[in-house]
């Protein structure tokens, strides 16, 4: 009884120690699809302003740097649609991972330790990377080779689709089997576009790319690494994200564009 008494007094005097918070389910928060081709599609801004995660703080500043807060507006959507359009017009279903997570809370395309302030957030910054991770994995057991399309959104240049790809780096396979016509021409995703109607930048594949040069993700996952696939960012204007009827105008042309590219230089001949 004594014993019992303690225990009654120790949780009176000290009720911080057992209190658990309750956070929304990983698996909420992240939405991940499996593909039946060497497509991966990615977007760890899409968190909506209203996803922000119970219980987690507001990132702070790192090193006296502000950090950056706000969604890359309807990339979600845009994801969610290019891969229905891939499925129903085309057969492809491409895998995808969306961080549906507020970037308030955690930015998914940064390395951890600048990702997020709590260790409590690491479980959602780990189910998100974990799926790409085995997005991958199964791509290049299956294909041997793959794409991956980071999928962002930018204003500095409303009526452009900004290409990233560290100069050339994260796509060095690609690169070096094809040369950048498999990303420039007719036939390359960011080509494709171009010839639909769409501003390219930059123009000149010497061109600098910054400062949407490729953030973690594409450094991270892209074909210079061991156990990466080609990666490539885009970067979608503000002119294409903002309505709906030209999110879906352009995921339709996303989707064509993903499709020339994949009939050239995906499919073993």
């Known amino acids: 009884m004594k014993k019992l008494e303690q225990i ?3 949780m009176t005097l000290f009720p911080v120690l057992i209190f658990i918070p309750v ?16 497509i991966l599609l990615t977007a760890p801004h899409a968190g909506r302003p209203e996803n922000v995660i119970p ?15 706000r969604w890359d507006a309807n990339t979600d959507l845009i994801a969610k649609l290019t891969a229905k359009i891939l499925e129903k017009e085309f057969n ?10 507020s970037r308030k809370n955690i930015d998914a395309n940064r390395e951890q330790e600048a990702a997020l302030d709590t260790p409590l957030a ?4 780990q189910k998100y990377h974990g ?18 399309i980071d999928i962002h959104g930018q204003g500095i240049k409303k009526d452009v689709v900004w290409r990233g790809t560290r100069s050339g780096l994260t796509i060095k396979n690609l690169i070096q089997r094809h040369g950048w016509d498999a990303v420039t021409g007719e036939n390359g995703i960011l080509g494709a576009l171009k010839s639909i109607g769409y501003k390219i930048y930059p123009e000149q594949t010497d061109q600098s790319e910054a400062p949407y040069d490729g ?19 885009i970067e979608i204007g503000s002119q294409f994200r903002l309505k709906e009827s030209t999110c879906e105008e352009f995921s339709k042309s996303l989707a064509l564009a993903i499709h020339k590219f994949y009939s050239v230089y995906l499919i073993k001949k």
């Open 122 to 125: 690491r479980p959602y910054y």
């Open 55 to 69: 219980n987690l703080p507001t990132r702070s500043e790192k090193g006296g740097k502000g950090v950056e807060t």
């Open 215 to 233: 953030g973690y993700t594409l450094f991270t996952y892209g074909s210079h690494t061991a156990d990466g696939i080609d990666a490539l960012q």
């Open 92 to 101: 492809l279903i491409p895998y995808v991972v969306i961080a549906e997570f």
């Open 8 to 10: 009654l007094t120790f």
């Open 131 to 148: 799926a790409i991770k085995q997005s991958i994995a199964e791509i290049r057991k299956t294909y041997g080779n793959g794409i991956l």
């Open 23 to 38: 956070h929304a389910s990983c698996s909420d928060l992240v939405f991940s699809q499996k593909g039946n081709s060497p």
